[in-house]
């Protein structure tokens, strides 16, 4: 039996922004792994298993926060450009 699937704030709750880490650029946990490098990994064909083997501190529910995150942010973005 499989465990729940977290929430999407659960997931989300997992990106942070400090404006003295990687430059206040998203990252996860506070661990200076930018969202953007994390999805850059998995677009060019990386798999889950691949970036943890790379990351040993990050665990599979904060690269599914990436891929939220960016899936957030884009929904925010088509919102903004369809209001402008």
């Known amino acids: 039996m499989h465990a729940a699937a977290p929430?999407?704030?659960?997931?989300?709750?997992?990106?942070?922004?400090?404006?003295e880490i990687c430059h206040g650029k998203p990252t996860i946990r506070g661990l200076?792994?930018?969202?953007?490098?994390?999805?850059?990994y998995l677009s060019s064909g990386d798999s889950f298993e691949?970036?943890?083997?790379?990351f040993p501190d990050?665990?599979?529910?904060?690269?599914r926060a990436c891929i939220?995150?960016?899936n957030q942010s884009l929904k925010l973005r088509s919102w903004q450009?369809?209001?402008a």
């Open 32 to 40: 200076r792994y930018p969202v953007e490098s994390v999805l850059e």
């Open 58 to 63: 990050l665990e599979r529910d904060d690269l």
């Open 81 to 83: 450009l369809i209001a």
């Open 7 to 19: 929430s999407t704030n659960s997931l989300l709750s997992r990106i942070t922004i400090d404006p």
């Open 50 to 54: 691949e970036v943890l083997a790379e």
């Open 68 to 70: 939220e995150f960016a």
